[in-house]
């Protein structure tokens, strides 16, 4: 039986270390460190779950956050789960993007992996 697909993309390096918790949960993983290559790759290939980091800049111009892009492509696809990484600061503005865009949850940095993992564990057969 082939592994279900895990899209990482990665912009805050430190979380690039729980590729391992995924391919132990039991995925394949394709990690991406810039949104509009992770776009690409998943307009291209069938994915159970997508993590992102989440974070905002107050000077971003049209946008709140680093991932609307990366939601917009998902919202489509009801079989993607979408986990986000957040900085528990940037709440407010997390809360303003799940308004408009589906996140499926979002695990407050650091990440907890026992957290993870049973997140995961729930989404791998789903």
Known sequence: MDRPQLLAVVEF????????VYAAAG??????FAVRKAIGW???N???VVV????????????????ESLLATVQPM?????????DP?????????RQRFRIDAALAVPVQDEAL?????????A
């Open 13 to 20: 390096l430190a979380h690039n270390r729980l590729k391992a």
């Open 27 to 32: 995925f394949g993983v394709q990690t991406e």
């Open 42 to 44: 998943l307009r291209k």
């Open 46 to 48: 069938k994915v159970r």
């Open 52 to 67: 992102a980091d989440f974070y905002h800049q107050p000077d971003f111009r049209d946008r709140v956050s680093n991932l």
């Open 78 to 86: 009801p079989e993607v789960k979408v986990l986000v990484y957040y």
């Open 89 to 97: 600061s940037h709440q407010a503005a997390l809360d303003k993007v």
């Open 117 to 125: 993992r049973e997140l995961l564990a729930g989404w791998r057969t």
